[in-house]
């Protein structure tokens, strides 16, 4: 790495007092909590002072967790409800309504995974005061598979059998089959009440989706359509904070707008889509304010169409990952900011591989393994072979400039080695509908965040079940297909022990990285910007907001 | 007269039908939906997506959907936002008063501004004022208005700290003199525009009356020039005026896009893109409607005001 990046985690000495990784190494990394109040859930202060605006480009407009929604609704919904567990920025499953992360070790799981018990805890409240109990979870699980209502995502519900509430703060399932990457899937999955979706007709137009009822750290407040969404501190929060009154978010629909606002101070946090690259440098420099560049869970690449007849042969692939300079790509468009990366695994997850084979940029090189493949320059000095020409399309959302910029490099420099690149660039509606879904393009640029509540299981993206192109279902758009790393997802989806999990899928990425389905260019970096007297702001790219613990955020 | 109504209710309805078709036909041919926004989800399956879909009632053929539709419309029903689920009138509703209060003081400033610039350009045509007002209103009417808009939040709110750099009321202080500072910048940036166009219509309309055989008239029997110009001059030049002020009344409630996405300001221009951008159709139909109506309602007004100001014109 060339570039100097300030990447800033800010530490929690009390929950690091709980990090018992000795206990992790014999219980993978599941974090055991004693039943009851975490010992963080401890001194509050008299009472919460301060509000903090938090700056969005997107309109948070969900509010129901359960339904459908982009990112930016998170950042309420991480505010107002709780989950059965949380993941902290470290990667560690934490409890937040169950008391307790199950594991086999202490009965949670069964060997076989199929059977879970968890144990909840006690003292948490709705907002409206009425006491949280297994039944609430019992009723969200069966809402989102509910066929009448419109649930957002159902993978790992769906597979969810004979709920049983064995008390108020024990509930039990089946699961019909084993399915690791289902305790990720509960981080994401918001605890809804019963007593109030539950006697509503029709919970997709109940009053509930206006005016949320959880038992996070804030209470709903109230919202001024189109502007923002104030949210008020829950004195009574089982957990730690909050420790400001008011959490308000403001919608800023421009990101050169909300940038201006954050210099001028209208708004205290820069949140989704945070800072442009271009402003990070002046970010950086300005008083009173903290900027830090935080690792993403997304990765930008070449996404190649594997049933075109160009992509077929590996060398090609190859050559073509051979002939991007990733570096000066990095550098010059994107003022540095992103960093260079192998794999679709985050840099910073615990799966992740960090001694896949570095990309070399030579063009000498690319030549050579072309002409040795037999792909030779044609009278118009672009390669073929078996009469298939090295021409593709490389298709992006249109409007997107500093992509377009990148795919013109791109063009340039493989025109040199004799491979023909044009850009077919679409709108967003028109790119990501069946254009991409079905695997009708050639090749892509595209950013894309590969782990689901930063499970690895990347089944759907890479699993030869999930090519929709050929009656699948899933997101495999490269129609990628390697029976060996079929058997691994499988395999993985299956493990729940954290380390016997890593060796399959530090084996799936090598296999990954050495097929090329996508070329990647780099890992993503998130200019995260915010007043430098707000403490306790802790990023955590293993969720979907930055808002994700506003609950510790004070005023110093 | 009430011939006149029934012949314009008449005309309009058979608009309204011809617009609302219009717009749900190309509304759904775009590429994309609701669901498209959830193409790069990792979590979501093919299968989440069609469930939506279907739920939604978006996989049922487009004349059932366009009928459904407006047989709600005709019992009071504009629909329910795909985002947020809300009544679709209360979500347009709720963006009125921000609307009306930037286009409506735009409004004012621009029409008392503009009038004044357009007579005085045409009493003393070929003046120094004259020169430096076409100059000016060409400036205005070619330069963009967020080039305006962000070179003022820049000037005003970054460098000399006199003026907020946006949003319509400070979170927490929703006094009336908050609200006014922060109306300042948007509605004179707004308004830059508008001068120009109603200084330049008013000149021409001014010179136009002035060479009225009644002004020739006027003079000749020694009534003072400035009477001359406000007693009889003005009055037959803002006839045309009161028919353009009637065409931009439904402008006057759709908002000003560009200036409520640089000063953040919640207002219909802003909904309309949102909407658009999140294929959310039920609230885009509405915006629709609500702007044809408010064609239809606004030159039915302007062409009353004319009738019932003008002897010379009868309505038809």
């Given at each position: 790495m060339t570039t100097d990046q300030k990447i800033l985690i800010e530490d929690h000495s009390r929950r690091d007092a709980l990090r018992l990784m000795a206990a992790s190494a014999a219980t993978g990394i599941f974090f055991t909590n004693l039943l009851g109040?975490?010992?963080?859930?401890q001194t509050r202060p008299a009472a919460p002072k301060g509000r903090v605006v938090v700056g969005v480009t997107?309109?948070?407009?969900?509010?129901?967790?359960?339904?459908p929604h982009p990112e930016v609704d998170d950042s309420v919904a991480f505010s107002v409800f709780d989950a059965l567990f949380r993941i902290d920025p470290k990667g560690v499953m934490v409890p937040n309504l169950a008391a307790e992360v199950p594991t086999e070790a202490n009965g949670g799981i069964s060997a076989d995974g199929l059977n879970w018990r968890i144990r909840l805890r006690n003292n948490a409240r709705w907002h409206d005061g009425t006491p949280f109990t297994a039944e609430d979870v019992k009723f969200t699980l069966e809402l989102i598979v509910n066929p009448k209502f419109r649930a957002w995502r159902t993978t790992g519900h769906a597979?969810?059998?004979?709920?049983?509430?064995?008390s108020p703060t024990e509930i039990t399932w089946r699961m019909e089959q084993p399915f690791a990457p289902y305790l990720s899937y509960l981080t994401e999955t918001f605890i809804v009440p019963k007593h109030i979706l539950g006697a509503v007709a029709n919970p997709n137009e109940a009053p509930f989706n206006q005016a949320p009822v959880g038992t996070g750290a804030f209470k709903w407040g109230k919202r001024v359509a189109g502007d923002h969404i104030e949210l008020t501190a829950?004195?009574?929060?089982?957990?730690?904070?909050?420790?400001?009154e008011r959490l308000v978010f403001k919608y800023i629909p421009d990101m050169t707008v909300m940038y201006t606002q954050f210099r001028s101070g209208d708004i205290d946090v820069a949140g989704q889509?945070?800072?442009t690259p271009d402003n990070y440098k002046e970010a950086s420099r300005l008083p009173d304010r903290a900027v830090t560049l935080v690792p993403a869970g997304s990765v930008e690449s070449i996404y190649l169409?594997?049933?075109?007849p160009q992509f077929r042969d590996r060398a090609v692939r190859e050559a073509l990952y051979m002939a991007i300079d990733r570096q000066a790509i990095i550098e010059a468009?994107?003022?540095?900011v992103p960093r260079l990366t192998e794999?679709?695994?985050?840099?910073?997850?615990?799966?992740?591989?960090?001694?896949l084979p570095k990309q070399e940029f030579s063009l000498a090189r690319a030549t050579k393994l072309l002409d040795q493949a037999g792909w030779k320059p044609g009278p118009d000095g672009i390669r073929v072979k078996d009469g298939v020409r090295l021409s593709f399309n490389n298709s992006t959302t249109t409007g997107n400039g500093l992509r377009e910029q990148a795919q013109q490099f791109i063009q340039q420099t493989y025109a040199s080695i004799g491979v023909e690149m044009k850009i077919l660039n679409h709108p967003a509606a028109v790119m990501w509908g069946d254009f991409w879904t079905k695997s009708q393009y050639d090749s892509a640029m595209v950013g894309i965040t590969y782990l689901i509540a930063s499970d690895p299981d990347v089944s759907l993206r890479f699993?030869?079940?999930?090519?929709v192109a050929k009656g699948?279902?899933?997101?495999n758009n490269a129609q990628y297909s390697n029976p060996e790393v079929d058997e691994l997802l499988d395999k993985g989806a299956r493990t729940f022990d954290p380390n016997a999990r890593r060796e399959i899928y530090l084996r799936v990425q090598e296999l990954i990285r050495k097929d090329l389905p996508f070329l990647p260019l780099f890992s993503s970096n998130i200019v995260y910007g915010r007043k430098?007297?707000?403490?306790g702001f802790m990023p955590n790219t293993?969720?979907?907001?930055?808002?994700?613990?506003?609950?510790?955020w004070k005023w110093a | 007269m009430v011939e006149f109504l029934l012949k314009r209710f008449m005309q309009s309805i058979v608009l309204l039908v011809i617009v609302s078709i219009i717009g749900f036909v190309v509304l759904n041919l775009?590429?994309?939906?609701?669901?498209?926004?959830?193409?790069?989800?990792?979590?979501?399956?093919q299968d989440d997506k069609e469930r939506i879909a279907a739920q939604l009632g978006l996989n049922r053929p487009l004349w059932v959907q366009y009928l459904e539709w407006a047989w709600r419309l005709l019992q009071g029903d504009w629909g329910t936002s795909?985002?947020?689920?809300?009544q679709v009138f209360s979500v347009v509703a709720r963006h009125v008063p921000a609307t009306l209060l930037l286009m409506g003081s735009a409004s004012v400033i621009a029409v008392s501004i503009g009038t004044v610039i357009g007579i005085r350009g045409a009493t003393h045509r070929h003046s120094v004022f004259d020169y430096i007002a076409t100059v000016g209103a060409m400036v205005a009417l070619s330069i963009p208005t967020f080039w305006f808009g962000l070179v003022g939040i820049y000037v005003?709110?970054?460098?000399?700290?006199?003026?907020?750099?946006?949003?319509?009321?400070t979170i927490g202080d929703g006094s009336v003199l908050n609200h006014m500072h922060h109306l300042i910048m948007p509605s004179v940036v707004l308004a830059l525009v508008h001068i120009a166009i109603w200084s330049r219509f008013m000149r021409a309309a001014t010179i136009d009356a002035m060479g009225q055989e009644f002004v020739k008239t006027a003079r000749a029997k020694g009534v003072s020039e400035r009477r001359v110009v406000m007693k009889h001059v003005v009055g037959n030049a803002l006839l045309p005026m009161i028919t353009l002020a009637g065409v931009q009344l439904p402008s006057l409630l759709t908002g000003a896009l560009v200036t409520e996405t640089v000063f953040t300001w919640p207002g219909m221009g802003r909904l309309f893109l949102d909407s658009l951008s999140n294929s959310d159709y039920p609230v885009v139909m509405g915006l629709l409607m609500f702007s044809a109506l408010l064609t239809i309602v606004g030159n039915l007004i302007a062409d009353i005001v004319v009738a019932m100001v003008d002897p010379r014109i009868r309505l038809a």
């Open positions: 109040k975490p010992a963080h859930a997107q309109e948070p407009t969900v509010f129901n967790p359960l339904m597979l969810v059998r004979d709920i049983k509430v064995i829950n004195t009574s929060y089982h957990g730690e904070g909050p420790y400001i889509a945070f800072i169409n594997l049933e075109r468009l994107y003022h540095g794999t679709f695994m985050p840099t910073q997850s615990f799966y992740y591989k960090s001694d699993h030869s079940r999930s090519i699948g279902r899933g997101s430098a007297r707000i403490q293993n969720t979907r907001s930055e808002s994700w613990h506003a609950a510790g | 775009i590429p994309g939906g609701p669901i498209a926004q959830y193409a790069l989800d990792s979590g979501m399956t795909f985002r947020d689920g809300n005003f709110s970054l460098e000399l700290g006199w003026l907020p750099a946006g949003n319509m009321y």
